[in-house]
């Protein structure tokens, strides 16, 4: 989960920029030749290889993602919940009917945000982590739901508060947004120890209340 609107807080003097051209470019020479379509192996390096693919869409983002980019070129574990000072997490843009999307009343930060969370041991990938925490949260039935990319929508770097219920201190999250669609499915129990609540909102407001992401879920899911 995130803490603002935007998810994550960007931390400009964790974001340096000498020599970011340098280390995108090596580290997408290196693992280009590897990323297909079908990146579900968490143990081959899932998220690098994601970032990686998403730079390459998104090449202007590469100075706010430098220093993660570059802890994993190094080899981080970053999966593990444990892992500090940075680990991955995850979010799910659910749209419905293209015309509103799924949001939640997170309990620790207050604030509405798209579901998500952690990874777990269990988790085959990323976008399988996404599609649990969806479920988990909001009681959707996936039976009515379809991912609409296997690629991630949005990857987001920024610093969370300290969490002194879970033994946590401030840190960073490495945040990777999956887009899902859904004509039909409705909010069911909700995971009650994370969110305070589950609705649908349309998308103009969800944007306004959550970021740009959100217009890149219906870019994907149009």
Known sequence: MGLVPNRLLPDPEHHPTAPLATVVQAVFDRYAAGISSDTHCLACGDERRLLTAYLGSYPHEATSLSVPLQMLNEGAEVTSRSHLPLHVTVGALLVRGGAEVLLVDHLAYGILLQPGGHLEPTDASLIDAATRELAEETGVD???????????????????????????????????????????????????????????????????????????SLRTSA
């Open 142 to 216: 996936l039976t009515d739901v379809a991912s609409t990319s296997h690629l991630p929508v949005y990857v987001e770097y920024g610093k969370v508060p300290a969490r002194p219920d879970k033994g946590e201190p401030e840190h960073f999250h490495l945040d990777f947004g999956y887009c899902f669609a859904t004509a039909c499915a409705q909010v069911g129990s909700i995971q009650e120890s994370e969110v305070a609540g589950a609705a649908w909102y349309p998308l103009g407001e969800a944007e306004r209340l959550v970021g740009h992401r959100i217009a890149r």
